[in-house]
């Protein structure tokens, strides 16, 4: 069965400073892996994805993240919080095929600090 | 219209009222999805329907019914509610034959029972 951690329901950065969301995973076949953000009253939006090659993936908003699969890891980062940041923040698994569901983490609350 | 849009975005019913929620994708996608988010919950997954076919059902109560009349629209009926069921329900599409399965999602309902 897969499933996904999210350490630290509640993340607090200075503007301008790095943001690190973690995202450890666990699955018996390599999975697919995504990042999510949601504002305010409003949906998911998709910030990233890795399926498979390049391990480094970069996605919106200057967001990128790596799959490690050593450590079974899909961290997020942002070389500079910006106030518009602020947000909660989902990783989420798939198998690579022959499904259609997700697994979401319990999500991340991204506070932006001026 | 684009994406995923759903109606109404706020709903405050009463216990013995019969409300549906809606959901229209303008994707051409082939997959929907109900899901459920509550406060400290992860993202709780519903009901899945593939070429309107329904392929999960995660024991949702029978208070909620789900209808796929085809594949761009997708129905949620409430009835007879409890107040633990207020949530934000959102809805998902995406594309699964040979694609990474990427799911895009609506605003969602905000849903209040009294």
């Known amino acids: 069965a897969q499933s996904v951690t999210q350490l630290g329901s509640h993340v607090s950065v200075s503007e301008g400073a790095l943001v690190l969301l973690r995202c450890n995973y666990s699955?018996?076949?390599?999975?697919?892996l995504f990042w999510y953000v949601q504002y305010p009253n409003q949906g998911l939006q998709l910030l990233l994805k890795?399926?498979?090659?390049?391990?480094l993936v970069k996605g919106i908003n200057g967001f990128e993240a790596e799959f490690k699969k050593s450590e079974t890891s899909f961290h997020l980062t942002k070389p500079s919080a910006h106030m518009s940041d602020a947000a909660e923040y989902f990783c989420?698994?798939?198998?690579?095929?022959?499904?259609?569901?997700?697994?979401f983490g319990t999500g991340t609350r991204l506070k932006v600090l001026a | 219209e684009t994406g995923v849009t759903q109606t109404p975005r706020h709903l405050v019913m009463g216990m013995t009222n019969k409300k549906s929620l809606k959901c229209e994708q303008h994707?051409?996608?082939?997959?929907m999805y109900w899901y459920k988010q509550s406060a400290k919950k992860p993202l709780e997954l519903m009901f899945v329907?593939?070429?309107?076919?329904?392929?999960e059902n995660n024991s949702v109560p029978s208070r909620f019914s789900p209808e796929c009349p085809n594949s761009s629209h997708l129905f949620l009926h409430l009835h007879t509610l409890q107040p633990e069921d207020s949530a934000l329900y959102l809805c998902?599409?995406?594309?699964?034959?040979?694609?990474?399965?990427?799911?895009?999602f609506g605003p969602g309902t905000r849903l209040t029972v009294l």
């Open positions: 998902a599409s995406s594309q699964v034959s040979g694609g990474t399965n990427e799911q895009f």
């Open positions: 890795y399926t498979t090659g390049a391990t």
């Open positions: 989420a698994v798939s198998p690579p095929s022959g499904t259609y569901k997700y697994i």
């Open positions: 994707l051409g996608h082939n997959a």
């Open positions: 329907y593939n070429f309107k076919e329904q392929t």
């Open positions: 699955s018996s076949v390599p999975p697919y």
